[in-house]
């Protein structure tokens, strides 16, 4: 059964490769809730998708519009799906382990070895300078 909407090659793909079934997925249309008054309070256009197999539930209020709405949820349904399957190996654990590797304090060691590159280099720039000629 083909996805009720038109996502791109890249997420059809990775959809496929979790094994997301288009019918497995109930979709809801409710009203948003916070900021922006009463088009926010008269309309349905946040949508909520359930994945019915693992229980996961995805919300997108981020568009005015329904459909744009819509397009994010099934979007982040199948990341959040994704990230289940595969765990490790999913793109959004790559990128958190990425920036946690980023942010980590260097050890000793290295920060020695580094510090004295650093002298090093120190070393050779000030053996450049020129010597005055009085």
Not at 19 to 36: A, C, K, M
């Given at each position: 059964?083909?996805?009720?909407?038109?996502?791109?090659?890249?997420?059809?793909?990775?959809?496929?490769?979790?094994?997301?079934?288009?019918?497995?997925?109930?979709?809801?249309?409710?009203?948003?809730?916070?900021?922006?008054?009463?088009?926010?309070?008269?309309?349905?256009?946040?949508?909520?998708?359930?994945?019915?197999?693992?229980?996961?539930?995805?919300?997108?209020?981020?568009?005015?519009?329904?459909?744009?709405n819509r397009l994010d949820a099934?979007?982040?349904?199948?990341?959040?799906?994704?990230?289940?399957?595969?765990?490790?190996?999913?793109?959004?654990?790559?990128?958190?382990?990425?920036?946690?590797?980023?942010?980590?304090?260097?050890?000793?060691?290295?920060?020695?070895k580094m510090l004295q590159e650093?002298?090093?280099?120190?070393?050779?720039?000030?053996?450049?300078?020129?010597?005055?000629?009085?």
């Amino acid at each position: 059964m083909p996805f009720p909407i038109e996502l791109s090659p890249e997420y059809q793909e990775k959809a496929h490769g979790v094994g997301l079934r288009p019918e497995d997925v109930r979709e809801n249309f409710i009203r948003g809730t916070g900021h922006g008054g009463q088009k926010v309070n008269k309309t349905a256009s946040t949508v909520q998708l359930v994945h019915q197999p693992t229980e996961i539930i995805v919300r997108s209020q981020r568009f005015r519009e329904q459909h744009l709405n819509r397009l994010d949820a099934w979007k982040l349904l199948i990341l959040k799906i994704e990230e289940r399957v595969k765990g490790r190996e999913s793109k959004l654990q790559q990128e958190i382990y990425k920036i946690r590797k980023q942010k980590a304090r260097r050890s000793r060691k290295s920060k020695e070895k580094m510090l004295q590159e650093k002298h090093q280099h120190g070393t050779i720039k000030e053996m450049r300078q020129s010597i005055d000629a009085d």
